[in-house]
């Protein structure tokens, strides 16, 4: 008997996520991973979850934090959240929060209010895997989010239109993107906000990567420009995703979406819906470590992943052939490699694997239309200089004998 026959046609469209299946490699000692998006677990801050893990299970604190709690998220974090997005120019309450079970449930959640089949996502080419696999579920058309194209809103609007849907929301994150470690500028920013003003549409602020900048300028996420222009948080279209997965710790689970309040209430709707809340001990404990030493912790993240970035750029600058190329970063965890035309990054990291124990991600599957073969993502945040040029070395190696020049 299968049950096969009976699956939704959603379904068609979930597919294995290449990086998750590439994170068993890190079971195996031998192999340098460039692969993950992962930061280094030695940095995790373990002291202070224990002393707060400690507190949270205490007979004095177990009838809250090993309790049901409301949908929106634990109050005191949703405030600790407030703070902090008042650092970044943008101005709410606890009622424009919403605790999630990391930001990935979040774009699950978006793409599950916005699309309906047919309907067009605006996002990066190549954009974020797990945000292609996020909307796929809810079947829709993905087009080109390229503020500087010569493609005007009225041309995308009509394309939507003709694949039967309209154009639902742009999204993007604007610092140090997953994969390209790209950060869009002011410029660019404001462009994006007026293309969705002309179209009427939302956009999905992926701020994953925003706190970890290790040089150069920063700019206000698109949320705070978008309530400069506006001057209230209710009047905006921007809807900002935050996680703790890449400054804390990743294990918790715990994410936050700020937006205007009639989104955040439609969005406890489905919480309440799909798993009633994001577990209590864990927004509980990352309240309190957040409060204890976030921007202390914060500031070691920087100086460490920012050295291990200068050291992958040098070791790429020493040993890469000349016909490939890369991105220069000033945060986040990923370095985008262009290889030669015709290359394929899927079947060099084979012969990687093989050959030299070596892993990354090909860059093709962050391409909603899984073009581009000749790309692949490096992440330089779980290695230590000398074994990111070890690994840079042998990734090396593998081009020559793939003969890439």
Not at 12 to 34: N, T, V, Y
């Given at each position: 008997?299968?049950?096969?026959?009976?699956?939704?046609?959603?379904?068609?469209?979930?597919?294995?996520?290449?990086?998750?299946?590439?994170?068993?490699?890190?079971?195996q000692?031998?192999?340098i991973?460039?692969?993950g998006?992962?930061?280094?677990?030695?940095?995790?801050?373990?002291?202070?979850?224990?002393?707060?893990?400690?507190?949270?299970?205490?007979?004095?604190?177990?009838?809250?934090?090993?309790?049901?709690?409301?949908?929106?998220?634990?109050?005191?974090?949703?405030?600790?959240?407030?703070?902090?997005?008042?650092?970044?120019?943008?101005?709410?309450?606890?009622?424009?929060?919403?605790?999630t079970?990391?930001?990935?449930?979040?774009?699950?959640?978006?793409?599950?209010?916005?699309?309906?089949?047919?309907?067009?996502?605006?996002?990066?080419?190549?954009?974020?895997?797990?945000?292609?696999?996020?909307?796929?579920?809810?079947?829709?058309?993905?087009?080109?989010?390229d503020?500087?194209?010569?493609?005007?809103?009225?041309?995308?609007?009509?394309?939507?239109?003709?694949?039967?849907?309209?154009?639902?929301?742009?999204?993007?994150?604007?610092?140090?993107?997953?994969?390209?470690?790209?950060?869009?500028?002011?410029?660019?920013?404001?462009?994006?906000?007026?293309?969705?003003?002309?179209?009427?549409i939302?956009?999905?602020?992926?701020?994953?990567?925003?706190?970890?900048?290790?040089?150069?300028?920063?700019y206000?996420?698109?949320?705070?420009?978008?309530?400069?222009?506006?001057?209230?948080?209710?009047?905006?279209?921007?809807?900002?995703?935050?996680?703790?997965?890449?400054?804390?710790?990743?294990?918790?689970?715990?994410?936050?979406?700020?937006?205007?309040?009639?989104?955040?209430?439609?969005?406890?709707?489905?919480?309440?819906?799909?798993?009633?809340?994001?577990?209590?001990?864990?927004?509980?404990?990352?309240?309190?470590?957040?409060?204890?030493?976030?921007?202390?912790?914060?500031?070691?993240?920087?100086?460490?992943?920012?050295?291990?970035?200068?050291?992958?750029?040098?070791?790429?600058?020493?040993?890469?052939?000349?016909?490939?190329?890369?991105t220069?970063?000033?945060?986040?965890?990923?370095?985008?490699?262009?290889?030669?035309?015709?290359?394929?990054?899927?079947?060099?990291?084979?012969?990687?694997?093989?050959?030299?124990?070596?892993?990354?991600?090909?860059?093709?599957?962050?391409?909603?239309?899984g073009?581009?073969?000749?790309?692949?993502?490096?992440?330089?945040?779980?290695?230590?200089?000398?074994?990111?040029?070890?690994?840079?070395?042998?990734?090396?190696?593998?081009?020559?004998?793939?003969?890439?020049?």
């Amino acid at each position: 008997m299968s049950l096969t026959n009976l699956f939704a046609t959603r379904t068609e469209g979930m597919k294995a996520s290449e990086i998750r299946e590439l994170l068993k490699l890190l079971d195996q000692p031998e192999i340098i991973s460039f692969a993950g998006g992962i930061p280094d677990p030695a940095l995790f801050p373990r002291e202070a979850f224990a002393r707060a893990m400690a507190r949270a299970v205490s007979a004095e604190a177990a009838g809250t934090t090993l309790q049901y709690a409301p949908s929106e998220g634990y109050l005191p974090l949703r405030r600790w959240i407030v703070g902090y997005m008042a650092t970044l120019g943008i101005a709410c309450t606890p009622e424009n929060v919403l605790i999630t079970a990391g930001s990935q449930q979040a774009l699950d959640y978006l793409g599950k209010l916005f699309v309906d089949p047919s309907d067009t996502a605006l996002v990066g080419w190549p954009t974020y895997l797990g945000a292609l696999g996020a909307f796929n579920a809810y079947q829709p058309r993905y087009d080109r989010l390229d503020p500087a194209a010569n493609r005007g809103p009225a041309e995308i609007a009509a394309d939507a239109e003709a694949a039967g849907g309209r154009v639902k929301f742009a999204y993007l994150s604007a610092d140090f993107a997953n994969p390209t470690g790209v950060t869009m500028d002011l410029a660019e920013r404001e462009a994006v906000l007026d293309m969705a003003e002309t179209l009427d549409i939302a956009v999905i602020e992926d701020a994953a990567y925003q706190a970890l900048r290790y040089s150069g300028t920063a700019y206000p996420p698109l949320l705070a420009i978008e309530i400069a222009r506006k001057g209230d948080l209710e009047a905006c279209r921007t809807i900002y995703c935050g996680s703790f997965s890449k400054t804390l710790a990743p294990g918790l689970r715990v994410g936050w979406v700020v937006a205007a309040k009639p989104v955040i209430g439609q969005m406890v709707l489905m919480k309440q819906a799909a798993d009633l809340q994001t577990a209590t001990l864990n927004q509980v404990v990352t309240a309190e470590v957040a409060e204890e030493l976030f921007d202390e912790h914060v500031a070691m993240l920087r100086k460490v992943y920012g050295a291990r970035l200068q050291a992958m750029l040098a070791s790429l600058e020493r040993h890469m052939p000349k016909g490939v190329s890369w991105t220069r970063p000033e945060g986040g965890m990923f370095i985008w490699v262009h290889l030669p035309e015709g290359e394929d990054g899927a079947k060099l990291l084979e012969r990687a694997l093989a050959t030299e124990k070596v892993a990354f991600v090909p860059g093709n599957a962050f391409f909603a239309d899984g073009s581009n073969r000749n790309t692949l993502r490096l992440n330089f945040s779980m290695s230590d200089e000398a074994t990111i040029d070890a690994g840079i070395q042998r990734l090396a190696r593998v081009m020559d004998a793939a003969g890439i020049r």
